[in-house]
C-alpha cells in the first residue's frame, strides 16, 4: 500500500521568500511517480509537477522545482520567489507506474494549506 | 482546448435520495478517474475507467455507488440511496498518458 504523509498543515510565509512544503511517501514499488497539485480556493485542482522515481534529475517546472530525495523517500516542493497569488491548499501525491504502461489512481496527502504574506 | 468539466458544480440532497454526478473528461482523454474528499481527510481515489471499462474499482466504498462510462466519453457517479456520510466533493480527473492528471471543478454534495 502506498502512503503519502504533508507533517505542515498550515504556513505562512512572507512574499517574495522561498516556500518548501514537505512530503514523504512510501511504497513498496520500485516504479511510481510523484505528483505535487495546488488548489486554490476556487477548488479546482491544477497540476504543477511531475517526478518519476528513476528520473536522475530534479523536476523543475518555471518557479516549482522537486527535490527528490529516493533513499529518504522524499519529494518536497519548492516554490522559489512566492507570491500572494501561490496561496493555496498544496498536495503532494503519488501512483504506481506499472511497465504495462498503465496506472492506478493517485494517493494524496492531506495537504498543506500555504498562506503568503505581503 | 476545454478542460474536464464536471456537473452539477453542488447538490444538496435528503438522506436517502439518489443523486447522480457528471463528469465530461477532456476530449480524447481515455483515461477517466472519480476520487473523493471528505472533509478533513485526505483525496481518496474510487475508481479508474479506460475508455469505457472499469479498470480498477477498488476504491468506491460500497454498492450504493454506481459509476458508468458510455461510449468512452462522458461518465457517471450515482450514489442511491445516498447517507450522511456521503457528503463530500467529488472530482473527476482525465489523461491521456501515464503521467500528469487533470482534474475538474468538483462537485460538493451535501447529504441532510
Known amino acids: 500500500a502506498q502512503k503519502i504523509t504533508q507533517t505542515q498543515p498550515g504556513m505562512f510565509v512572507q512574499e517574495k521568500e522561498a516556500v518548501t512544503l514537505d512530503c514523504t511517501y512510501d511504497?513498496?514499488?520500485?516504479?511510481?511517480?510523484l505528483f505535487w497539485y495546488k488548489q486554490p480556493s476556487s477548488g479546482e485542482m491544477i497540476f504543477l509537477i511531475y517526478q518519476g522515481s528513476y528520473d536522475q534529475q530534479n523536476a523543475t517546472e518555471g518557479r516549482y522545482s522537486l527535490n527528490f530525495q529516493k533513499a529518504r523517500k522524499s519529494a518536497n516542493l519548492v516554490i522559489s520567489a512566492s507570491q500572494l497569488g501561490d496561496s493555496a491548499m498544496y498536495f503532494c501525491a503519488m501512483r504506481d507506474m506499472y511497465s504495462g504502461g498503465g496506472a492506478d489512481g493517485l494517493t494524496f496527502g492531506k495537504g498543506t494549506h500555504l498562506i503568503i504574506q505581503p | 482546448e476545454a478542460g474536464v468539466t464536471q456537473f452539477p458544480s453542488h447538490s444538496v440532497i435528503e438522506k436517502g435520495q439518489t443523486v447522480t454526478l457528471r463528469c465530461d473528461p477532456i476530449?480524447?482523454?481515455?483515461?477517466l478517474y472519480w476520487y473523493r474528499r471528505v472533509m478533513g481527510k485526505e483525496i481518496k481515489f474510487l475508481l479508474h475507467?479506460?475508455?469505457?471499462?472499469?479498470?480498477?474499482e477498488s476504491g468506491m466504498p460500497n454498492n450504493r455507488f454506481l459509476a458508468e462510462r458510455t461510449g468512452g466519453t462522458y461518465s457517471t457517479l450515482k450514489v442511491q440511496p445516498a447517507e450522511l456520510e456521503d457528503s463530500g466533493v467529488y472530482f473527476c480527473?482525465?489523461?491521456?498518458?501515464?503521467?500528469?492528471?487533470?482534474f475538474g471543478p468538483g462537485t460538493r454534495l451535501t447529504v441532510t
Open positions: 475507467f479506460v475508455k469505457e471499462s472499469k479498470q480498477d
Open positions: 480527473a482525465s489523461s491521456q498518458a501515464a503521467y500528469e492528471q487533470y
Open positions: 476530449s480524447g482523454h481515455d483515461n
Open positions: 511504497t513498496s514499488d520500485p516504479s511510481y511517480g
